[in-house]
T-cell receptor, first 116, second 111 residues
């Protein structure tokens, strides 16, 4: 079946602009996670959702970052007033069971964000 | 401070030989550990996991070993194949069930 998909695959923007990154999880997966991977590092947790609600947003670096999942499926990560330090690959993952479990997380290919 | 460390950024092995990738963690309360593999332009793919009640888990050519007293785990791939060339991430599940990743080890398997 279809895996996790993310759009766009690449996004180039200018400092100060607003961007939205989209994630389509595996159908039926109730838990959805966002991670950010900087060059030479492993993915770092940003936020996860159980259904429509943000169960844990402790990894969001500041209030310029926000994510929604209004219908419990697709999620959008929103970054306001982008900064060059936001440049990274943004990864989305979904898992089958309740968020907050050891269910395997399946990752999408990521969106590479470049802030000029 | 990094809670999960992969101290070898790269590893090169000959096809058919064993690859050993290492990972250290700092918190003795961690009790579930995973390895993910990542090819360029793709997301990480789950490879194998182990819980703290075991010290070994095997799946085909891949075996993960856990040494709780040393807070160390390792991934063994034998025999290594060129298609195994990728970046391997060690990860732990923290008390909030989030994944904490190491910085990765790039494995090159030479034909």
């Amino acid at each position: 079946g279809a895996g996790v998909s993310q759009t766009p695959s690449n996004k180039v923007t200018e400092k100060g602009k607003y961007v939205e990154l989209r994630c389509d999880p595996i159908s039926g997966h109730t838990a959805l996670y966002w991670y950010r991977q900087s060059l030479g590092q492993g993915p770092e947790f940003l936020i996860y959702f159980q259904g429509t609600g943000a169960a844990d947003d402790s990894g969001l670096p500041n209030d310029r970052f926000f994510a929604v999942r209004p219908e419990g499926s697709v999620s959008t990560l929103k970054i306001q007033r982008t900064e060059r330090g936001d440049s990274a690959v943004y990864l989305c993952a979904s898992s089958q069971g309740v968020a907050g479990s050891t269910d395997t997380q399946y990752f999408g290919p990521g969106t590479r964000l470049t802030v000029l | 401070d990094q809670q999960v460390k992969q101290n070898s950024p790269s590893l090169s092995v000959q096809e058919g030989r064993i690859s050993i990738l290492n990972c250290d963690y700092t918190n003795s309360m961690f009790d579930y550990f995973l390895w993910y593999k990542k090819y360029p332009a793709e997301g990480p793919t789950f490879l194998i996991s182990i819980s703290s009640i075991k010290d070994k888990n095997e799946d085909g050519r891949f075996t993960v070993f856990l040494n709780k007293s040393a807070k160390h785990l390792s991934l063994h791939i034998v025999p290594s194949q060129p298609g195994d060339s990728a970046v391997y991430f060690c990860a732990v599940v923290d008390s909030s069930y989030k994944l904490i990743f190491g910085s990765g080890t790039r494995l090159l398997v030479r034909p």
